[in-house]
């Protein structure tokens, strides 16, 4: 009821500036993110590569032929086959100093490994991304992505404006 009064049919947006909302948006693919992201005003977070599976995350695959999924697996192939002699690599180029602890340097060498082989993964690889906005941005921010090239970040737009009419 108030937001039918006093925000939709107010007539003047500033009154978005007063609510705000977190949307989280699970299992998009990295460019549909970076969709959402793309934006000055935007904050939020989006799950790290350091922190993902990738031999099971799903790719998202717009166009659905046999030779786009035979590229998508390429690449996973080639991503997972690269991590162990990429690490291997990083503990002789970097060896680990006497006084570090041996947990905390293998962490740190597979990170350093997952930074370097995340610029291999496809923009189609699934995410999940955090976003937290004042009702007036996201309204503006939701009206460009409604029409974005992408059919994906056009039913995330739509799904986004759904969620938020719903309250």
């Not at 970040?153 to 969620?163: G, H, I, P, Q």
Request: net charge negative; hydrophobic share 40%; proline share 4%.
């Amino acid at each position: 009821n108030f937001m039918s009064n006093f925000y939709v049919g107010y007539g003047h947006k500033s009154i978005g500036d007063c609510g705000s909302v977190t949307l989280f948006i699970e299992g998009v693919s990295m460019l549909a993110a970076k969709a959402i992201q793309d934006w000055m005003l935007y904050a939020g977070q989006e799950v790290s590569t350091r922190y993902v599976d990738f031999s099971t995350q799903p790719f998202i695959d717009p166009i659905h032929t046999e030779e786009s999924a035979t590229l998508y697996q390429d690449l996973r192939t080639f991503y997972l086959s690269a991590l162990q002699p990429l690490e291997d690599d990083l503990k002789l180029r970097y060896p680990r100093a006497n006084e570090e602890s041996e947990t905390l340097y293998a962490k740190a060498i597979k990170a350093r490994a997952f930074d370097i082989l995340r610029g291999f993964l496809p923009a189609g690889a699934s995410t999940s991304v955090a976003w937290h906005t004042n009702l007036r941005q996201g309204a503006d921010k939701i009206a460009l992505l409604r029409h974005h090239p992408l059919e994906e970040v056009r039913t995330v737009a739509l799904a986004l404006e759904k969620v938020l009419i719903a309250g």
